[in-house]
Protein backbone atom coordinates (compact mmCIF):
# COMPACT_ATOMS: atom_id res chain seq x y z
CA UNK A 1 0.00 0.00 0.00
CA UNK A 2 1.72 3.24 -0.71
CA UNK A 3 0.35 6.01 1.39
CA UNK A 4 0.67 9.32 0.68
CA UNK A 5 1.78 12.07 3.93
CA UNK A 6 -0.96 13.98 3.38
CA UNK A 7 -3.29 11.65 4.49
CA UNK A 8 -1.98 11.29 8.01
CA UNK A 9 -2.31 13.93 10.14
CA UNK A 10 0.84 14.75 12.72
CA UNK A 11 -1.13 13.60 15.82
CA UNK A 12 -1.46 9.99 14.23
CA UNK A 13 1.71 9.27 13.45
CA UNK A 14 3.60 9.21 17.01
CA UNK A 15 5.02 6.29 16.94
CA UNK A 16 6.85 5.33 13.28
CA UNK A 17 8.24 1.70 12.83
CA UNK A 18 11.64 2.66 9.76
CA UNK A 19 12.69 -0.53 7.64
CA UNK A 20 14.98 -1.23 5.05
CA UNK A 21 18.01 -2.85 3.81
CA UNK A 22 21.55 -1.91 5.69
CA UNK A 23 22.81 0.69 4.42
CA UNK A 24 19.41 2.11 3.31
CA UNK A 25 19.71 5.39 5.74
CA UNK A 26 17.49 3.99 8.24
CA UNK A 27 18.98 5.53 10.67
CA UNK A 28 20.08 8.96 9.54
CA UNK A 29 16.53 9.35 8.15
CA UNK A 30 14.32 8.20 11.79
CA UNK A 31 17.11 10.73 13.94
CA UNK A 32 15.58 13.41 11.42
CA UNK A 33 11.76 12.11 11.67
CA UNK A 34 12.49 12.57 15.36
CA UNK A 35 13.44 15.50 15.23
CA UNK A 36 10.56 16.94 13.59
CA UNK A 37 8.25 15.01 15.55
CA UNK A 38 9.74 15.28 18.96
CA UNK A 39 9.67 11.98 19.80
CA UNK A 40 12.44 9.14 20.73
CA UNK A 41 14.26 7.49 18.45
CA UNK A 42 14.67 4.02 19.21
CA UNK A 43 17.51 2.15 17.28
CA UNK A 44 17.38 -1.38 17.73
CA UNK A 45 21.31 -2.10 16.59
CA UNK A 46 21.97 0.20 19.66
CA UNK A 47 19.82 -2.38 22.01
CA UNK A 48 21.61 -5.63 20.52
CA UNK A 49 24.77 -6.37 21.57
CA UNK A 50 27.99 -7.98 19.11
CA UNK A 51 28.84 -10.37 21.41
CA UNK A 52 24.85 -11.75 22.30
CA UNK A 53 23.71 -15.02 20.61
CA UNK A 54 20.29 -16.79 20.29
CA UNK A 55 20.04 -17.22 23.83
CA UNK A 56 20.11 -13.65 24.72
CA UNK A 57 16.70 -12.88 22.75
CA UNK A 58 14.89 -12.78 26.17
CA UNK A 59 16.81 -9.65 27.42
CA UNK A 60 16.52 -8.05 23.73
CA UNK A 61 13.14 -8.46 23.39
CA UNK A 62 12.92 -6.91 27.42
CA UNK A 63 14.73 -3.66 26.60
CA UNK A 64 12.80 -3.59 23.18
CA UNK A 65 9.96 -3.79 24.93
CA UNK A 66 10.39 -1.45 27.52
CA UNK A 67 11.93 1.49 24.90
CA UNK A 68 8.82 1.09 23.36
CA UNK A 69 6.66 2.20 26.06
CA UNK A 70 6.55 5.78 25.27
CA UNK A 71 3.96 7.68 23.92
CA UNK A 72 5.93 8.63 21.06
CA UNK A 73 8.63 7.20 19.07
CA UNK A 74 10.82 6.44 16.09
CA UNK A 75 11.64 2.65 16.01
CA UNK A 76 14.56 1.88 13.40
CA UNK A 77 15.72 -1.23 12.18
CA UNK A 78 14.37 -4.28 11.33
CA UNK A 79 14.45 -7.22 13.53
CA UNK A 80 11.23 -8.87 12.09
CA UNK A 81 11.42 -12.23 13.74
CA UNK A 82 12.54 -10.97 16.94
CA UNK A 83 10.11 -8.12 17.95
CA UNK A 84 7.26 -7.30 15.14
CA UNK A 85 5.06 -8.86 17.76
CA UNK A 86 6.31 -5.95 20.18
CA UNK A 87 6.08 -2.73 18.20
CA UNK A 88 3.95 -3.31 15.47
CA UNK A 89 0.76 -3.37 17.51
CA UNK A 90 1.30 -0.20 18.86
CA UNK A 91 2.74 1.49 15.76
CA UNK A 92 0.81 4.18 13.68
CA UNK A 93 3.13 3.49 10.43
CA UNK A 94 5.83 1.50 8.92
CA UNK A 95 8.21 3.88 6.47
CA UNK A 96 9.87 1.67 4.23
CA UNK A 97 12.85 2.55 2.55
CA UNK A 98 13.51 1.30 -0.46
CA UNK A 99 16.60 1.96 -1.64
CA UNK A 100 19.03 -0.04 -4.78
CA UNK A 101 21.29 -2.52 -3.66
CA UNK A 102 24.62 -0.74 -4.92
CA UNK A 103 23.92 2.45 -2.98
CA UNK A 104 23.60 -0.01 0.15
CA UNK A 105 26.51 -1.44 -0.06
CA UNK A 106 28.60 1.26 -1.26
CA UNK A 107 26.74 3.24 2.25
CA UNK A 108 27.73 0.15 4.74
CA UNK A 109 31.33 0.12 3.59
CA UNK A 110 31.86 3.69 4.03
CA UNK A 111 30.39 3.97 7.06
CA UNK A 112 32.60 1.48 8.96
CA UNK A 113 35.62 4.24 8.52
CA UNK A 114 32.99 6.49 10.44
CA UNK A 115 34.41 7.86 14.25
CA UNK A 116 32.66 6.36 16.40
CA UNK A 117 30.58 4.18 14.54
CA UNK A 118 29.34 0.73 15.85
CA UNK A 119 29.88 -1.21 12.89
CA UNK A 120 33.24 -2.69 11.96
CA UNK A 121 34.97 -3.10 8.71
CA UNK A 122 35.55 -6.67 9.92
CA UNK A 123 32.03 -7.68 9.77
CA UNK A 124 31.79 -6.42 6.04
CA UNK A 125 31.68 -9.47 4.53
CA UNK A 126 28.32 -10.67 6.18
CA UNK A 127 26.73 -7.26 6.04
CA UNK A 128 27.22 -7.37 2.52
CA UNK A 129 26.05 -10.52 1.85
CA UNK A 130 22.84 -9.36 4.13
CA UNK A 131 22.42 -6.58 1.48
CA UNK A 132 23.26 -8.73 -1.68
CA UNK A 133 20.11 -11.57 -0.48
CA UNK A 134 18.23 -9.06 1.02
CA UNK A 135 15.22 -8.81 -1.63
CA UNK A 136 15.29 -12.69 -1.94
CA UNK A 137 15.98 -13.43 1.73
CA UNK A 138 15.43 -11.21 4.22
CA UNK A 139 12.34 -9.13 2.58
CA UNK A 140 10.02 -12.05 2.42
CA UNK A 141 10.55 -12.62 6.00
CA UNK A 142 9.77 -8.86 6.88
CA UNK A 143 7.05 -8.91 4.91
CA UNK A 144 5.70 -12.45 6.72
CA UNK A 145 6.15 -11.26 10.00
CA UNK A 146 4.68 -7.27 9.29
CA UNK A 147 1.59 -9.44 7.70
CA UNK A 148 1.12 -11.65 10.73
CA UNK A 149 1.80 -8.65 13.51
CA UNK A 150 0.45 -5.76 11.66
CA UNK A 151 -1.52 -6.25 8.66
CA UNK A 152 -3.74 -3.01 8.89
CA UNK A 153 -0.61 -0.59 9.83
CA UNK A 154 -0.18 1.67 6.78
CA UNK A 155 3.29 1.48 5.35
CA UNK A 156 4.73 4.13 3.37
CA UNK A 157 7.30 3.14 0.43
CA UNK A 158 9.67 5.97 0.06
CA UNK A 159 12.20 5.21 -3.02
CA UNK A 160 14.43 7.99 -3.67
CA UNK A 161 16.14 10.54 -1.56
CA UNK A 162 13.83 12.80 -2.90
CA UNK A 163 10.99 11.31 -1.94
CA UNK A 164 12.91 10.84 1.94
CA UNK A 165 13.22 15.34 1.54
CA UNK A 166 9.85 15.27 0.63
CA UNK A 167 8.32 13.47 3.12
CA UNK A 168 10.46 15.38 6.04
CA UNK A 169 9.35 18.56 4.53
CA UNK A 170 5.99 18.18 4.33
CA UNK A 171 6.05 17.14 8.01
CA UNK A 172 7.75 20.62 8.57
CA UNK A 173 5.01 22.45 6.96
CA UNK A 174 1.88 20.57 8.72
Known amino acids: MILEISKFPPMSM ?4 VLGCAGAGKTTF ?25 GDLAEF ?7 HQRDAWISDGNFARATFDLRLPNADMIVWL ?21 HRFRDIMKV ?17 QRVAHGP ?19 LEVR
Open 98 to 118: ERPTIPCAWRAVTRTFWRGEA
Open 152 to 170: DVPVLHVRSKAETERFLLE
Open 61 to 67: RALVAEE
Open 14 to 17: RRIM
Open 30 to 54: AHRLGQRLTAAVICLDGIWRPDWDG
Open 128 to 144: LRYIWSFDRVNRPLIEA
